[in-house]
C-alpha cells in the first residue's frame, strides 16, 4: 500500500513523548496504517508500528497509542537491575 497524507500527533505519557504517524493509502487501497516513536529523555528509544491498516484514522491512531502505553507500562513496571539499557536504533 502506497502511503501519504501522514498525520503526526505527540503526546507525553508516563515521561515518555508518543510521536504517532498515521498515513493513508494513496493508491485506491482502503485503510490507515503507521507508526508511534517513543522518546524517552530526549532519545529515541523504540518504533511500535500497526501489524495491519484499521479502516478509519481515529482508530489507527487509538491502536497505536494503546501499543505505546503498553509498551512504556510494560517497561516501568520490569526490575532495572542491571546496567544495560536500550541498544542504539540503526536509521532507515
Do not use: P
Not at 44 to 53: D, E, T
Amino acid at each position: 500500500m502506497t502511503m501519504d497524507a501522514e498525520r503526526i500527533d505527540t503526546v507525553e505519557y508516563r515521561g515518555w513523548e508518543v510521536r504517532v504517524l498515521v498515513q493513508a493509502g494513496s493508491d485506491g487501497s482502503a485503510g490507515f496504517a503507521g507508526h508511534a516513536e517513543l522518546w524517552l529523555n530526549g532519545d529515541h528509544k523504540c518504533r511500535i508500528v500497526l501489524a495491519s491498516s484499521r479502516a478509519a484514522m481515529a482508530d489507527a491512531r487509538a491502536a497505536l497509542e494503546t501499543k505505546a502505553h503498553a509498551f512504556i507500562d510494560d517497561w516501568i513496571t520490569r526490575s532495572h537491575t542491571g546496567t544495560t539499557m536500550f541498544g542504539e536504533l540503526e536509521s532507515d
